[in-house]
C-alpha cells in the first residue's frame, strides 16, 4: 500500500477573520506559505490586496467558517468575536477549529473556549508578540493555549505564522495571562526609558544619545531575571545585588532628580511607594524580588 505524499504535506485551508494590521500581516503570511486561504472582513475593500494575492474573498462570517476546518480571528476585542460568530449557525462551527489571537482577559478566553465546545467546535487561544512585519519570519512568536492534540494538528499552519509557537498548557486562559505579563513588561520598561529621556533632556541631550547608553543596561537586567524567578518561586529573597533598602534610596534619588528639573514624578513616585511598603512590611533587608509580595497583594486590600 503507498501513501500520498502530496496529500499528507498540502497545506491546509484556513481562514482569517479580521484584515486590520495584523490580520492582513496573518493572511498574507498564510498565503505564502502555501495555504489556501478565505479572507473576510467588514469592510471588504481591505480584502483587495490578498485577493489580488490569491486569497478567496468570502462575503459573509459564516462563508469563511465554512471555507476551512481553521479559522484564525484576529479582531479588536472578545465583543468584535462574537459580533462576527454568534449570528453564525452552531452547526457550521462544528468540526472546526478556531484560533483566536484577539486580545483580551482570561476569563474572556475561557469563556469563548466554552461557548465554542458547545458549538462542537475547538478553541485555541492564541496572543502575538510580534509587530506586524515579523508575522511570518523567525522573528515572530505566537504563544498557544488549549487542547493539545488541536496545537499539534495545526502546528504546520502555525509555524507558517512565526519562528516560535510555544505550547502553553491546556487552560485556554494561560495566553491572555501571558500577554498581560508580557505588554506590562513591555510598558514599564518604556515608561523607564521616557522618563531618562525627560530627565536627560533637561539638559539638551537627545532621545538618541540617551538610548545608545540605555541599551546596554536592559540586557543586564534580563540577566537578573532566572534568579529572581528562582526567588520568587522558592519564596526566599536573598541579596544578590543590592538590598531592598539600597534600591529604595536610590529611587528617592530619582524623584528628588525629577521633581528639582521639573519633569514629571507620578512613575518612580510609584515605584518607591510600591517599594516603601515592601520595606514596611519588612523586606527592606532582602533582594528585590521581595517587591513581588506588594505586586500580589490587590491596592485595596488592607495589610
Same mark, same amino acid.
Given at each position: 500500500?503507498?501513501?500520498?505524499?502530496?496529500? *499528507?504535506?498540502?497545506?491546509?485551508?484556513?481562514?482569517?477573520?479580521?484584515?486590520?494590521?495584523?490580520?492582513? %500581516?496573518?493572511?498574507?503570511?498564510?498565503?505564502?506559505?502555501?495555504?489556501?486561504?478565505?479572507?473576510? #472582513?467588514?469592510?471588504?475593500?481591505?480584502?483587495?490586496?490578498?485577493?489580488?494575492?490569491?486569497?478567496?474573498?468570502?462575503?459573509?462570517?459564516?462563508?469563511?467558517?465554512?471555507?476551512?476546518?481553521?479559522?484564525?480571528?484576529?479582531?479588536?476585542?472578545?465583543?468584535?468575536?462574537?459580533?462576527?460568530?454568534?449570528?453564525? #449557525?452552531?452547526?457550521?462551527?462544528?468540526?472546526?477549529?478556531?484560533?483566536?489571537?484577539?486580545?483580551?482577559?482570561?476569563?474572556?478566553?475561557?469563556?469563548?473556549?466554552?461557548?465554542?465546545? @458547545?458549538?462542537? %467546535?475547538?478553541?485555541?487561544?492564541?496572543?502575538?508578540?510580534?509587530?506586524?512585519?515579523?508575522?511570518?519570519?523567525?522573528?515572530?512568536?505566537?504563544?498557544?493555549?488549549?487542547?493539545?492534540?488541536?496545537?499539534?494538528?495545526? %502546528?504546520?499552519?502555525?509555524?507558517?505564522?512565526?519562528?516560535?509557537?510555544?505550547?502553553?498548557?491546556?487552560? *485556554?486562559?494561560?495566553?491572555?495571562?501571558?500577554?498581560?505579563?508580557?505588554?506590562?513588561?513591555?510598558?514599564?520598561?518604556? #515608561?523607564?526609558?521616557?522618563?531618562? %529621556?525627560?530627565?536627560?533632556?533637561?539638559?539638551?541631550?537627545? !532621545?538618541?544619545?540617551?538610548?545608545?547608553?540605555?541599551?546596554?543596561?536592559?540586557?543586564?537586567?534580563?540577566?537578573?531575571?532566572?534568579?529572581?524567578?528562582?526567588?520568587?518561586?522558592?519564596?526566599?529573597?536573598?541579596?544578590?545585588?543590592?538590598?531592598?533598602?539600597?534600591?529604595? !534610596?536610590?529611587?528617592?534619588?530619582?524623584?528628588?532628580?525629577?521633581?528639582?528639573?521639573?519633569? #514629571?514624578?507620578?512613575?518612580?513616585?510609584?515605584?518607591?511607594?510600591?517599594?516603601?511598603?515592601?520595606?514596611?512590611?519588612?523586606?527592606?533587608?532582602?533582594?528585590?524580588?521581595?517587591?513581588? *509580595? @506588594?505586586?500580589?497583594?490587590?491596592?485595596?486590600?488592607?495589610?
Amino acid at each position: 500500500m503507498t501513501t500520498d505524499k502530496h496529500t *499528507e504535506t498540502t497545506p491546509a485551508p484556513v481562514s482569517v477573520l479580521g484584515l486590520g494590521h495584523m490580520g492582513r %500581516a496573518l493572511a498574507g503570511a498564510l498565503l505564502r506559505a502555501g495555504h489556501p486561504t478565505t479572507v473576510f #472582513n467588514r469592510t471588504a475593500a481591505k480584502a483587495d490586496d490578498l485577493v489580488a494575492e490569491g486569497a478567496a474573498r468570502a462575503g459573509t462570517p459564516a462563508e469563511a467558517v465554512a471555507a476551512a476546518p481553521l479559522v484564525i480571528a484576529c479582531v479588536t476585542d472578545y465583543d468584535a468575536l462574537h459580533a462576527l460568530l454568534d449570528p453564525v #449557525n452552531p452547526a457550521a462551527l462544528r468540526g472546526r477549529t478556531l484560533v483566536n489571537l484577539t486580545t483580551g482577559t482570561s476569563e474572556q478566553a475561557r469563556a469563548t473556549a466554552a461557548w465554542a465546545a @458547545e458549538r462542537g %467546535a475547538t478553541y485555541l487561544d492564541g496572543a502575538i508578540m510580534a509587530a506586524p512585519p515579523g508575522i511570518g519570519t523567525a522573528a515572530a512568536t505566537i504563544v498557544v493555549s488549549g487542547p493539545r492534540a488541536e496545537f499539534d494538528r495545526h %502546528a504546520p499552519a502555525l509555524r507558517g505564522l512565526a519562528g516560535d509557537t510555544p505550547y502553553l498548557g491546556a487552560d *485556554e486562559g494561560l495566553t491572555a495571562l501571558y500577554e498581560m505579563a508580557v505588554v506590562g513588561l513591555m510598558w514599564s520598561i518604556l #515608561n523607564g526609558w521616557l522618563q531618562g %529621556a525627560a530627565l536627560l533632556g533637561t539638559a539638551g541631550v537627545s !532621545a538618541a544619545d540617551y538610548t545608545a547608553v540605555a541599551a546596554k543596561g536592559i540586557p543586564t537586567v534580563a540577566d537578573w531575571l532566572p534568579g529572581y524567578a528562582k526567588q520568587i518561586d522558592t519564596g526566599t529573597f536573598p541579596v544578590d545585588d543590592a538590598t531592598l533598602d539600597v534600591h529604595r !534610596a536610590a529611587m528617592a534619588h530619582l524623584v528628588q532628580e525629577s521633581e528639582s528639573l521639573g519633569v #514629571n514624578t507620578e512613575f518612580p513616585a510609584l515605584i518607591k511607594a510600591i517599594a516603601d511598603r515592601a520595606a514596611a512590611a519588612g523586606h527592606g533587608g532582602e533582594g528585590y524580588a521581595a517587591m513581588i *509580595e @506588594e505586586f500580589r497583594r490587590p491596592a485595596a486590600q488592607p495589610r
